[in-house]
């Protein structure tokens, strides 16, 4: 058993955050003098942080998942209520931070042959850094503001890098339509812990105080529903979701970054950590049709931007947007689980089916990062050796060209489609069977269950053919390299391929020793206010169903592929492709309902402010200025003036009292 005292608790704890940030900071001061020595100070500083994770989580693991909260000191008091700097060690905050370290660590390895050459790449080391240190925050912090500090943190990093080659127009815009969307989130997120601090027995914000404080079922309502609009905005979930494939102008490791291991992960963290929480330890009915309400809706959107993400990825030719639409549809699976209510299944009770629903999608989450990571990683690669092309149309038959990156992108590719044994299939799995489950309840929900699980098993086939289409385009067919790639075109050095070799086994490995052996089920159980019944790896109806789907999918893509090859023509899925060119024409509807009418109405208001306003201003300050002129003559420095002023003033004021008498 391995086993850390409290104090060495404490300080590997607040290593986790702090890490980063030192190595953040130590980034941007060597930019101007050593900016060679910012991706080693990133590096050391990201693995620092995955080491200190790392044993955290074999000491929780050792303690029984038991939760342990750290004080490092007081933020800022209010009234009678402090906002302390505390950490909180469970399983699921150990889980998710040892994930998103690690996977860092081998992006910012990956980033050095990438940024190679750029002439901010200290900048871009100094933010990756930053962004790394304000995930952790969010996920370890005790404190819902703590956490609203991490939150933050993320956006505004997210900003900063996907807007990082600024000078061009498209990554400016692209990283203010990212800030400003979120934003709504964000403003919802605030409004529920404020909320929150208005209720007795909560006030402190902490995580155990909301949890166990009596608040009514309304109350319960608007909080979760509030805190579901945070999610959906940080998450990228309909109808928030307009942001995130606009952010693949930032540089692909970025991409990865924000894809795999943070930002969008927040978003389902959040709901996984609150949905069992708000339950209570009784049973109270009000309070769990409350939770249940905003459950219905969080499956709704979730379904909505799973299936309409998976359908937008079919008809894309930038590699990088269809791996980005591919994240949107897979949390929308996260989403979706998510929605899965506690209707009382035999014997278990409510809060332990809400437990294994949030089990379900924290366990996709995190096999997720591994496969998500490894596959933008891929795309970089390829963006890489073509000339930063990326554009499927203009590049070909890379199979032979970049071995390990081919061989790096189908691993990938097969743990998305969820293709036995890889770390995608046993995921993807247990969303299926829950929400299959909930489906047989005969419960008032079972109904809305049962779509669910159409709407995951139709992803799961298109999942299988967007993904391979692109594996088929990118890899297959004739060679064919653009002019941009001159005459270098190579599989990318030894700084890019080893975290992509890396990842691949991880892509594999995670499945196997943590699916069918229920570790990750038996460590998450620990994790605060969760309540997991016994569950033991088996074959079902719905895994049989899911691989049959990804054997269509894939099947699908194949012929297509065959035929355009064959044919020498562009071989489609007609409207779906259409579709999907146009975006389901969401961003259209967007613009014409939202944006060109706000952009009217300021184009209006600035009219009126430079036509209207501005000049009445201008004629109340010329008043004064005119009187002013006038006397302005008097003021001249001249005694005599001075004196014959007195003496004016002397006679009025004789004058004055001559008359008053």
């Known amino acids: 058993m391995f086993e850390l005292?409290?104090?060495?608790?404490?300080?590997?704890?607040?290593?986790?955050?702090?890490?980063?940030?030192?190595?953040?900071?130590?980034?941007?001061?060597?930019?101007?003098?050593?900016?060679?020595?910012?991706?080693?100070v990133a590096s050391i500083g990201v693995l620092g942080a995955f080491a200190a994770s790392l044993l955290l989580l074999l000491a929780t693991a050792g303690h029984g998942g038991a939760a342990h909260i750290f004080h490092y000191g007081t933020w800022f008091t209010i009234s009678h209520h402090s906002i302390d700097w505390e950490i909180r060690l469970d399983a699921l905050a150990t889980?998710?931070?040892?994930?998103?370290?690690?996977?860092?660590?081998?992006?910012?390895?990956?980033?050095?042959?990438?940024?190679?050459?750029?002439?901010?790449?200290?900048?871009?080391?100094?933010?990756?850094?930053?962004?790394?240190?304000?995930?952790?925050?969010?996920?370890?912090?005790?404190?819902?503001?703590?956490?609203f500090l991490g939150w933050e943190g993320v956006g505004v990093c997210s900003y900063l890098l996907v807007g990082f080659w600024f000078r061009k127009p498209e990554a400016a815009a692209a990283a203010r339509k990212a800030f400003l969307v979120t934003r709504l989130g964000d403003v919802a997120l605030l409004g529920a812990l404020l909320l929150l601090a208005c209720q007795p027995g909560s006030r402190a914000l902490t995580f155990d105080a909301v949890f166990s404080a009596h608040l009514d079922a309304g109350i319960v309502y608007f909080v979760l529903l509030l805190l579901l609009i945070g999610a959906v905005g940080k998450s990228a979930q309909f109808p928030l979701h307009v942001w995130l494939p606009d952010a693949m102008e930032g540089p692909t490791p970025v991409s990865a970054l924000i894809h795999a291991a943070t930002m969008v992960t927040a978003g389902v963290y959040l709901l996984?950590?609150?949905?069992?929480?708000?339950?209570?330890?009784s049973v109270d009915l009000s309070r769990l049709d409350a939770i249940a309400s905003v459950q219905d809706l969080a499956g709704g959107l979730g379904a909505i931007t799973a299936l309409s993400a998976a359908i937008m990825a079919m008809g894309q030719s930038d590699l990088k947007r269809v791996l980005a639409y591919s994240t949107l549809s897979?949390?929308?699976?996260?989403?979706?689980?998510?929605?899965?209510?506690?209707?009382?299944?035999?014997?278990?009770?409510?809060?332990?089916?809400?437990?294994?629903?949030?089990?379900?999608?924290?366990?996709?989450?995190?096999?997720?990062?591994?496969?998500?990571?490894?596959?933008?990683?891929?795309?970089?690669?390829?963006?890489?050796?073509m000339g930063h092309i990326i554009d499927m149309n203009r590049f070909g038959g890379l199979r032979r060209?970049?071995?390990?990156?081919?061989?790096?992108?189908?691993?990938?590719?097969?743990?998305?489609?969820?293709?036995?044994?890889?770390?995608?299939?046993?995921s993807k799995d247990e969303i299926l069977l829950e929400l299959w489950n909930?489906?047989?309840?005969?419960?008032?929900?079972?109904?809305?269950?049962?779509?669910?699980?159409?709407?995951?098993?139709?992803?799961?086939?298109?999942?299988?053919?967007?993904?391979?289409?692109?594996?088929?385009?990118?890899?297959?067919?004739?060679?064919?390299?653009?002019?941009?790639?001159?005459?270098?075109?190579?599989?990318?050095?030894?700084?890019?391929?080893?975290?992509?070799?890396?990842?691949?086994?991880?892509s594999v490995v995670v499945g196997l020793a943590v699916g069918p052996t229920g570790i990750l089920h038996h460590y998450l159980s620990h994790s605060s206010h969760w309540h997991l019944h016994e569950s033991a790896f088996s074959v079902n109806i719905p895994m049989i169903l899911g691989v049959l789907a990804a054997f269509t999918g894939v099947a699908v893509a194949w012929m297509l592929h065959k035929a355009a090859a064959s044919t020498a023509k562009k071989r489609s899925m007609g409207l779906f492709e259409s579709l999907a060119d146009n975006r389901l024409y969401i961003d259209g509807l967007y613009l014409a309902t939202l944006v060109r009418p706000l952009a009217a109405l300021g184009s209006v208001v600035g009219w009126l402010d430079r036509e209207l306003i501005s000049p009445l201003i201008e004629l109340g300050a010329t008043v004064p200025r005119m009187v002013g002129g006038r006397f302005r003559s008097a003021q001249n420095g001249l005694l005599q003036f001075y004196a014959l002023a007195m003496a004016l003033g002397l006679i009025v004021i004789l004058a004055m009292f001559t008359v008053a008498r």
């Open 5 to 40: 005292s409290s104090e060495v608790l404490s300080g590997l704890a607040l290593c986790v955050p702090v890490l980063p940030l030192i190595a953040a900071v130590v980034s941007a001061v060597l930019g101007s003098t050593r900016p060679s020595l910012a991706p080693l």
């Open 438 to 506: 909930g489906s047989l309840t005969g419960g008032p929900r079972s109904a809305f269950f049962a779509i669910l699980f159409s709407v995951g098993l139709i992803t799961a086939g298109l999942t299988a053919y967007y993904i391979f289409r692109a594996y088929f385009k990118t890899f297959h067919g004739e060679e064919k390299i653009p002019h941009e790639a001159g005459h270098h075109a190579h599989e990318s050095p030894r700084s890019m391929t080893v975290p992509l070799m890396v990842l691949a086994v991880c």
């Open 272 to 281: 996984a950590r609150f949905f069992p929480g708000m339950t209570g330890e």
């Open 330 to 385: 897979q949390l929308g699976y996260m989403f979706m689980v998510l929605g899965v209510s506690g209707e009382p299944r035999g014997e278990h009770l409510p809060q332990e089916v809400i437990g294994v629903a949030a089990f379900a999608s924290i366990f996709h989450l995190l096999t997720h990062a591994f496969f998500k990571a490894l596959l933008f990683l891929s795309a970089g690669s390829v963006m890489h050796a």
């Open 95 to 147: 889980a998710m931070v040892c994930m998103v370290t690690f996977i860092s660590f081998w992006i910012v390895i990956f980033s050095q042959g990438y940024m190679d050459g750029d002439l901010g790449s200290a900048r871009f080391f100094s933010l990756v850094s930053l962004f790394v240190g304000a995930m952790a925050i969010l996920v370890l912090a005790n404190s819902l503001v703590v956490m």
């Open 401 to 426: 060209l970049m071995p390990i990156t081919h061989a790096s992108f189908l691993v990938g590719a097969l743990a998305l489609a969820g293709f036995p044994p890889l770390s995608g299939f046993f």
